[in-house]
């Protein structure tokens, strides 16, 4: 079966950087995408970006252009978001999820979530 | 960017009743637009896609429609594990995917 796994809860401090990782498996790999969905607490749901397992091609969400970057590892299936120059508006619930099984676009499978606290 | 809304923020309604949850988007989206469930603490669980197909293991109960700027999300007949948060998306014009705000069902 489909599992993302994600790495465990971060606090950081302003201005910092912080690094989370989702591992998957029960699929192929490079056959879907990755997104990056976060949610702030008691808020909604914020895209942040895709990554292509395939060639590792990436697109990002204009607001975090500059301090957000994507990365794989096809050896062990792993994705990685790196978000930069922290501030505290970036406290929230990270999700990596999957987009492909419908479309890339629709997000059909989901991790566990990773909560970053950014504190002073 | 399409910006998604979703109204009301707030539906107080009982078991066994139908639930009907809006959602509008600033231009069209086509059919592009996918319903999404959260519980508290838990991960999104995508619903319908392609404004009307269930997705995978979705009962009948949750249905889709719509088209253009204007959808709905009809739950027939709540059942208790149906109270959540639900939010739409659409991709049709994408960088970037966009959500609506969010339609919490809450135990009247």
């Known amino acids: 079966q489909v599992h993302l796994v994600q790495s465990g809860a971060e606090v950081k401090k302003l201005g910092a950087s912080v690094k989370v990782s989702c591992k998957a498996s029960?699929?192929?790999?490079?056959?879907?995408?990755i997104h990056w969905v976060r949610q702030a607490p008691g808020q909604g749901l914020a895209w942040m970006g895709v990554?292509?397992?395939?060639?590792?091609?990436?697109s990002y969400a204009q607001k975090l252009q500059g301090r957000v970057t994507m990365t794989r590892d096809t050896s062990t299936s792993t994705v990685y978001m790196e978000l930069s120059s922290l501030r505290s508006e970036d406290t929230a619930v990270y999700y990596c999820?999957?987009?492909?099984?419908?479309?890339?676009?629709?997000?059909?499978?989901w991790g566990q979530g990773t909560l970053v606290t950014v504190s002073s | 960017e399409i910006v998604m809304t979703q109204s009301p923020a707030t539906l107080s309604l009982s078991p066994g009743e139908r639930a009907s949850l809006s959602c509008r988007a600033s231009?069209?989206?086509?059919?592009?637009l996918a319903w999404y469930q959260q519980k508290p603490g838990q991960a999104p669980r995508l619903l319908i896609y392609?404004?009307?197909k269930r997705a995978t293991g979705i009962p009948a109960r949750f249905s889709g429609s719509g088209s253009g700027t204007d959808f709905t999300l009809t739950i027939s007949s709540l059942e208790a594990e149906d109270f959540a948060v639900y939010y739409c998306?659409?991709?049709?014009?994408?960088?970037?995917?966009?959500f609506g705000g969010g339609t919490k069902v809450e135990i009247k």
């Open positions: 029960g699929y192929t790999f490079t056959s879907y995408y």
């Open positions: 999820t999957r987009g492909g099984l419908y479309s890339y676009d629709y997000l059909d499978f």
């Open positions: 990554i292509n397992p395939s060639g590792g091609s990436t």
């Open positions: 231009q069209s989206v086509s059919s592009y």
């Open positions: 998306q659409q991709r049709s014009n994408w960088p970037p995917l966009t």
């Open positions: 392609d404004a009307s």
